[in-house]
């Protein structure tokens, strides 16, 4: 049988998928553990979610030092004894700080679980906040944050953030040097004392785990009490209207940086797949009409692309770019000009076909192993989304059509709705 080069194999097109079911269960002191049981290798992730992101500090920078610094040393471990004690057992510790949330995340062999917990347990009950390590992780992320600060791109990104939202929003907020250098051992604690200790949290159990592990994590994590007073968030939602450009000169920088977006809304939104299919067609991935107009015919830049950030409470959407100097004005030009033909033609069925299919297998791919699909599980666990809105991904995704996007471009991509912030210089 001779092959024909000249001939795309056939290919069949995937509809939908099936998932393993979450099993829920509750400690004895009421909290929740979601396990999702999938025997792939002996190992698994346990991870603690507080409501304890930026959203709830009153310092600022006090949530990300808080989190950071629960492997810093307890009354009974210092530092240096808490990573020798997780190294021995081959273990891995995450700690994560976000808007919304913090979490407490540990890897581990299956069977070192139990080892694990007592260690997991203190970080989370009696932290110990030591002053030295506190100045080590201050200075080191001002170090880290002086160098970034140099850099086109990761200013672009700020001053969007704190156009968009506000520079007070939890949302629009962005460490700063002078708020770390300014943060004490009290606020710290202080913020520790009233977001996380005792406070309700949810637990996400992935890999090889059953009932024994459930079991030993309520022994550890499931007899101390939970406060019942509610934790209230220390902002109001308000918007930011000020759409006016923010043009940001650096006379010695080859490069601008482009971002160019506007508020949207939650995963929850009537519109949010129709919009996820537009950006998609946009900008959201490698053959997209940005990729294919600004970088492939114009050579403007090695790469711009379109996305869709989503939090609990809001979300936003971004076109991000770096190009020469010299070609920021027509760069701009250019994604407007995709702007329009994107609101006023219809997109070809082969190319939403095209888009559908790649979205489609994009999404199967995310859930490889059972750490990935924990990590799309949080939408639902996390975010109160529908219990299908995984099983129904696909299928949403297929039911968006040409006129749908035309619709959602002109509704959502007003061009005097879009914020621009430039880095660099037009």
Known sequence: MTLDRTQSPAFQAIQEIRLPLVQSHHLDNGIPLHLISIAHQPVLRLECVF?????????????????????EGTPSRTSAQINEYIDRYGAFLELNSGPDRASVVVY????????????????????????????????????NLRVNYEKNAYLAGVLFRE???????????????????????????DFFDRVVHNQPFQIILAGQASENEVMAINRELGQSAIR??????????????????????????????????????????????????????????????????????????????????????????LIGTDVNKENTQQTLDEIRKEIHILQTEPVLPDE???????????????????????????????????????????????????????????????????????????
Not at 112 to 130: K, Q, W
Not at 372 to 386: G, Q, S
């Open 51 to 71: 409501n304890a992101g930026t959203w709830y500090e009153q310092v600022p920078g006090s949530a990300f030092f808080t989190m950071k610094m629960l492997s």
């Open 163 to 189: 156009k968009l939202f506000g520079p007070n929003h939890p949302y629009g907020r962005s460490q700063r040097p002078e708020a770390v250098e300014n943060l004490t051992r009290k606020d710290v604690v």
């Open 228 to 317: 019942t007073d509610t934790l209230s968030s220390i902002f109001d939602n308000v918007h930011a209207d000020d759409k006016s450009p923010v043009l940001a000169e650096k006379p010695d920088s080859v490069q601008s940086s482009i971002r160019i977006g506007r508020r949207l809304f939650t995963r929850s939104h009537p519109d949010f797949f129709k919009m996820l299919v537009t950006n998609e067609v946009f900008g959201g991935y490698f053959g997209s009409r940005l990729m294919k107009n600004i970088r492939e015919e114009k050579g403007f830049t090695y790469g711009i692309s379109s996305n869709m950030p989503s939090f609990r409470r809001d979300g936003y959407f």
């Open 352 to 426: 939403l076909e095209t888009v559908q299919n790649y979205m489609a297998g994009e999404f199967v791919g995310s859930l490889n192993t059972p750490f990935e699909i924990a990590d799309r599980y949080k939408v639902i666990l996390l975010d109160n989304m529908p219990a299908d809105f995984l099983t129904t991904y696909i299928q949403n995704v297929r039911a968006v059509t040409p006129t749908d996007i035309m619709e959602t471009a002109s509704r959502y991509l007003a061009l005097d709705t879009l914020l621009e912030v430039i880095v660099g210089g037009k």
């Open 108 to 143: 581990c062999l299956t069977k070192f679980l139990p080892d694990v917990l007592p260690l997991l347990r203190e970080m989370l009950t009696e932290p110990a906040f030591p002053q030295k390590e506190l100045d080590d992780l201050r200075n080191i992320t001002l170090q």
